[in-house]
């Protein structure tokens, strides 16, 4: 997983503001140059309820492991999840931490925020002015906590997103300490994250991260860790040491 909230960076700006948003099952971690926290919260339930009554309505959407398209009267959120999974090949709930950060996000720089970064489960979606490292936690991994992505500013809005088979509550069929995914779309990311971690699996399960970040378009670059394994795919901000 990402190690929570981006830390700071050389030449970090003075004035931000930390706040957490708590509705239902969602707790989301936000850092904005802005208090934009009323808002925010008010943003995230109706986001939650919309997609809430969406699975009422259509309970394949939440159980499905396969793509599926949204209904015609779907709310924006299912819409953008199961775009980010069909381009993935995986069910649209692999995308919906993700969808959720990109969301509360891209809202708050439209309510006059300049720089964002908003965490939801170890996925991110960040809009920055000065530069950041996101932090990687890997579980038992070797790696775990010491690697970090030096984030600059001019490479965002970019979301990053990992998904774990060793770590945390969410369905991974691989076995994957880590595999970190960074997109333009945090959406695009999550579901990303979720389909190449359920390709690591045996003594060439890196190989097979590598191989099959390397088919959905769309995505920069992933980061897969696996024990004492460590492989890259595509282009990612600078890995330094945490």
Not at 21 to 48: F, M, P, T, V, W
Not at 71 to 84: D, T, V, Y
Not at 213 to 230: S, Y
């Amino acid at each position: 997983m990402c190690g929570g909230l981006p830390s700071k960076g050389a030449g970090d700006s003075e004035g931000m503001i930390g706040f957490s948003l708590n509705y239902k099952n969602s707790l989301i971690e936000i850092i904005c140059d802005r208090d934009l926290q009323e808002r925010a919260q008010q943003k995230l339930e109706r986001l939650y309820n919309e997609l809430e009554r969406y699975l009422q309505e259509e309970p394949f959407f939440l159980s499905s492991y396969e793509p599926l398209k949204a209904g015609k009267n779907s709310p924006e959120i299912a819409g953008i999840m199961a775009l980010a999974a069909e381009q993935a090949g995986v069910g649209p709930m692999a995308a919906v931490a993700g969808t959720f950060s990109e969301l509360l996000g891209r809202y708050l720089l439209n309510e006059g925020a300049s720089e964002v970064i908003v965490e939801n489960g170890g996925d991110i979606f960040l809009r920055l002015r000065n530069e950041r490292l996101v932090g990687i936690y890997s579980g038992q991994s070797e790696f775990s906590n010491k690697l970090a992505l030096r984030v600059r500013p001019e490479s965002t809005p970019l979301g990053i997103c990992t998904s774990s088979g060793s770590v945390g509550h969410s369905v991974s069929l691989g076995k994957a300490d880590s595999v970190t995914v960074v997109a333009k779309s945090c959406s695009l990311a999550d579901a990303a994250a979720t389909a190449v971690a359920n390709q690591v699996d045996g003594p060439d399960g890196i190989q097979k991260g590598i191989e099959a970040a390397g088919k959905i378009r769309g995505i920069q670059g992933a980061l897969i860790i696996k024990g004492e394994e460590l492989g890259t795919y595509g282009i990612l901000p600078k890995i330094v040491r945490a």
